[in-house]
């Protein structure tokens, strides 16, 4: 099984700065690496596929690099709606899905 | 628009059974995969099963195998998740999600989520 690996933990920011989370795999993945953002009681939701292709909806400050085992989450400038807890998923090797334990983006 | 809609959670003793459904709507559903996906209380996400858009291929996670059982009903479009020999690590709200890759072999990874379903196991 794989393991996703994310840091920091947690990551305290003001609104406007740029910031950049980061998932490792314990091996390779190619590029089959999703991102997911998931607010308070609610479900989550898909911003990044394959590495670094933006979801349908998701705005243009989200931005997602790497391949193989380094992986990148940009968010070129955090709005107010930013705050929340991200998620990265590999689908390269599965079953089963293997997600991070994510990185919470507060205030 | 894509939903879905999980139901079926509840408080359940540890060795008993449940059965969650996952309505969907707004996509052509027998082309895709399910996946149901869950989530302890303050916890990460955990993939639990996968069911294939013609309901030919399921997998499990090997906390849920021989416990869990994914079926689907493309006539009625919803998923269903049976669990039995319940214990307390199965506590979690249940996600269902749709793949986002139409009639794929495999799966890859999930575009719409469900609002969840609370599955408590507790005496």
């Known amino acids: 099984e794989i393991v996703m690996t994310q840091s920091p933990g947690t990551l305290s920011v003001s609104p406007g700065e740029r910031v950049t989370l980061s998932c490792r795999a314990s091996?390779?993945?190619?590029?089959?690496l999703a991102w997911y953002q998931q607010k308070p009681g609610q479900s989550p939701r898909l911003l990044i596929y394959s590495a670094s292709a933006r979801a349908t909806g998701v705005p243009g400050r989200f931005s997602g690099r790497g391949s193989g085992t380094e992986f990148t989450l940009t968010i070129s400038s955090l709005q107010s709606e930013d705050f929340a807890v991200y998620f990265c998923q590999q689908y390269e090797k599965w079953p089963p899905w293997t997600f991070g334990q994510g990185t919470k983006v507060e205030i | 628009q894509v939903q879905l809609v999980e139901s079926g959670g509840s408080v359940v003793q540890p060795g008993g059974s449940l059965r969650l459904s996952c309505a969907a709507s707004g996509f052509t559903f027998t082309n895709y995969a399910i996946h149901w996906v869950r989530q302890a209380p303050g916890k990460g996400l955990e993939w639990v099963a996968f069911i294939k858009y013609d309901g030919s291929d399921q997998q499990y996670a090997d906390s849920v195998k021989g416990r869990f059982t994914i079926s689907r009903d493309n006539s009625r479009n919803a998923v269903y998740l049976q669990m039995n020999s319940l214990t307390g690590e199965d506590t979690a709200v249940y996600y269902c999600a749709k793949d986002r890759v139409a009639v794929a072999p495999t799966g890859y990874y999930g575009d719409y989520w469900g609002q969840g379903t609370l599955v408590t196991v507790s005496s």
């Open positions: 091996q390779s993945v190619g590029s089959s």
